[in-house]
């Protein structure tokens, strides 16, 4: 059976790890059997043949096989074309996507790529002028926290002035004080932190709002149209309660609760030109399960036509294995010095194109501190990881790329989103209902003293004060998309396979897939090359 065109030709070599000259593509597709004339030049491609030319076609035609020169690039990509050609994948790991627009589209067939055309080489001359590349929030050489206590009274008081501020123009706020002090029966109306939320004998749910001046309790009766949303609620957001107070002035019952929240009204800036990002995260380097051949194939396509519009890569953490990370982790490194995965990890950087403008910050396995945020990387790691000039910011930063805002968050909240919120509200299949929780909350990491690290700070770095025009996580190794209010959310998966620690935590990764994102749209097409 014929295949569609040179489009799904070209398909077909890059899913396998190779190039193709135009003219290449053109023969086989005008073939009266293009499929069988395709399998016959693929079998007959010389040993470290990267790009099929016109010559191999017609050696396979006459039935003769070339042994033309080996490709001199450096890495293990010509294995991973001979074992792509001998036994390509059948199957794909398990993916979950998120609402997305009308037009976007989510590849997750046997074809790594949706391109028109041939595969050549792409000539990626982009006029610099072009390209615009801000950062924001970025607290890399700026953290003045000692642990002392005042410490956290200033983060926190931070925190609760600025997303207050959100709040408090839509309810008539007063400070806790001051309403123990109002007459029973007022309506009255608080902004503060979640401090306790427990459940009553009788069903009822009892929040407990903080506020400089202390502590109010706020009664939701458990037939109310909104008790489900106490589900949603987690210690130390900011939160706006109405509601009624009790005869005695003792406690309030709620009548209504606002989130800082994203406004329904939001609209999304988008670029000026046909223009494209790829998000991605969670590398891993250094580990056995590192998925070196879906690198190099993800890299090799970016030098195609069909990833020529893609001019920017932003990568949301987690670049190596890391070293002590879990337990017995060394049992699964393939590279046990954690210099030496870095030096590792930039030469598979260097596989990239040269002009793409790359932004990286560390993740959990990476060489910084654990507690959020975390600063960018110290300057030895940052001349070992030095290929294309990345830009290397703290975790989480603002990425405005030619007026479209990347809000980029490593991700390890969402462990925490998901083991305290509902299924349905959050969970690891759908990592991008996850994200929409955290900005509804306004906050990356919002639960103080939980599993997620949290450092004191002269400001709160992990508050969402500007809405982004996309959100971009990683860190649980699935993948995700969707709209929340207009913001485009995206969990970008992993290249490392399962792990035995993985297997054991019961995770089953989404490997070796890359979202590209359409800037001038804010469309979605998710590239596979596992």
Known sequence: ????????????????????????????????????????????????????????????????????????????????????????????????????????????????????????????????????????????????????????????????????????????????????????????????????????????????????????????????????????????????????????????????????????????????????????SDVHVGSQEFMADAWNRFADWLHTEAGERVEYLLLAGDMVEGVGVYPDQDEELDIVDIYEQYEAFNEHLKRVPGDLEIVMIPGNHDAVRLAEPQPGFDEELREIMSAHDPRIVSNPSMVTIEGVSVLMYHGVSLDEVIAELPEEKASYDEPHRAMYQLLKKRHVAPQFGGHTRLAPEEQDYLAIDEVPDIFHTGHVHKLGFGKYHNVLAINSGCWQAQTDFQKSVNIDPDAGYAPIVDLDTLDVTVQKFS
Request: contains cysteine.
């Open 1 to 280: 059976m014929p295949l569609e065109g040179p489009a799904r030709i070209v398909s077909e070599l890059t899913s396998r790890g190779y190039n193709a000259e135009r003219e290449a593509v053109t023969k086989i597709a005008s073939a009266d059997d293009s499929r069988a004339v395709l399998e016959r030049v693929i079998e007959s491609l010389p040993e470290g043949a990267l790009v099929v030319t016109t010559d191999h076609v017609d050696a396979a035609l006459d039935g003769s096989q070339l042994t033309g020169p080996s490709s001199d690039r450096s890495g293990d990509s010509t294995d991973a074309a001979a074992q792509s050609a001998a036994s390509p994948s059948t199957t794909d790991p398990s993916v979950s996507t998120g609402e997305s627009s009308p037009n976007s589209t989510h590849e997750v067939g046997p074809s790594p790529v949706e391109t028109e055309g041939s595969s050549s080489v792409a000539d990626r001359s982009v006029d610099p002028d072009l390209r615009s590349l801000e950062i924001s929030n970025d607290m890399t050489g700026a953290s003045t926290g000692t642990g002392e206590y005042s410490d956290f009274v200033s983060v926190f008081r931070d925190r609760l002035d600025r997303l207050g501020s959100k709040l408090r123009s839509r309810v008539n706020h007063r400070p806790a004080t001051a309403i123990e002090s109002m007459p029973g029966g007022e309506e009255v109306a608080m902004v503060g932190l979640v401090n306790d939320v427990r459940s009553t004998a009788s069903g009822h749910w009892l929040v407990e709002l903080e506020d400089a001046t202390g502590t109010f309790p706020w009664l939701v009766m458990k037939d109310r149209e909104y008790v489900d949303l106490v589900d949603e609620l987690l210690c130390d957001e900011v939160l706006a309660m109405e509601g009624t107070l009790a005869d005695d002035s003792g406690i309030a019952f709620v009548d209504s609760m606002h989130f800082p929240d994203v406004p329904r009204t939001h609209e999304p800036s988008t670029a000026d030109r046909p223009v494209q990002a790829a998000l991605i």
